[in-house]
């Protein structure tokens, strides 16, 4: 099913807007939403949750809950792509890599 490819953003805030009409609203343990982070390079904007550290009963940092994605929201098209959830470079790189590879 083709996707539905809105105007491209000029900004953050437009590229947040294009993500939170396409996908679910992230949510944190308690079932509030989590806040959303928006990373501007180049070519895109890497749109991102973000969640708390959480420790156990004892203090001892917990790591992240396993798996999910970042989105990024190309410049010139609007397009939206999900990529692994990876720091903020790596998931660049690979956005790039994918984007020049032949389809």
Same mark, same amino acid.
């Given at each position: 099913? &083709?996707? !539905?490819?809105?105007? *491209?953003? +000029?900004?953050? !805030? $437009?590229?947040? %807007?294009?993500?939170?009409?396409?996908? +679910? $609203?992230?949510?944190?343990? #308690?079932?509030?939403? @989590?806040?959303? =982070?928006?990373? $501007?390079? !180049?070519? /895109?904007?890497?749109?991102? @949750?973000?969640?708390? #550290?959480?420790?156990? #009963?004892?203090?001892? *940092? =917990?790591? @992240?809950?396993? /798996? /999910?994605?970042?989105?990024?929201? +190309?410049? #010139?098209?609007?397009?939206?792509?999900?990529? *692994?959830?990876? &720091?903020? !470079?790596? %998931?660049? @790189?690979?956005?790039? =890599? =994918?984007?020049?590879?032949? %389809?």
């Amino acid at each position: 099913m &083709p996707q !539905d490819i809105p105007a *491209p953003p +000029a900004t953050p !805030d $437009e590229a947040l %807007a294009i993500v939170r009409s396409r996908y +679910a $609203e992230p949510t944190l343990a #308690d079932g509030s939403p @989590a806040p959303m =982070q928006v990373e $501007e390079f !180049d070519i /895109g904007y890497l749109v991102y @949750a973000e969640y708390p #550290d959480t420790t156990d #009963d004892s203090g001892e *940092p =917990q790591p @992240a809950p396993p /798996g /999910g994605a970042t989105i990024i929201v +190309a410049k #010139d098209t609007g397009e939206t792509v999900t990529v *692994p959830n990876l &720091p903020t !470079d790596s %998931a660049i @790189a690979l956005y790039r =890599q =994918q984007r020049q590879s032949p %389809a």
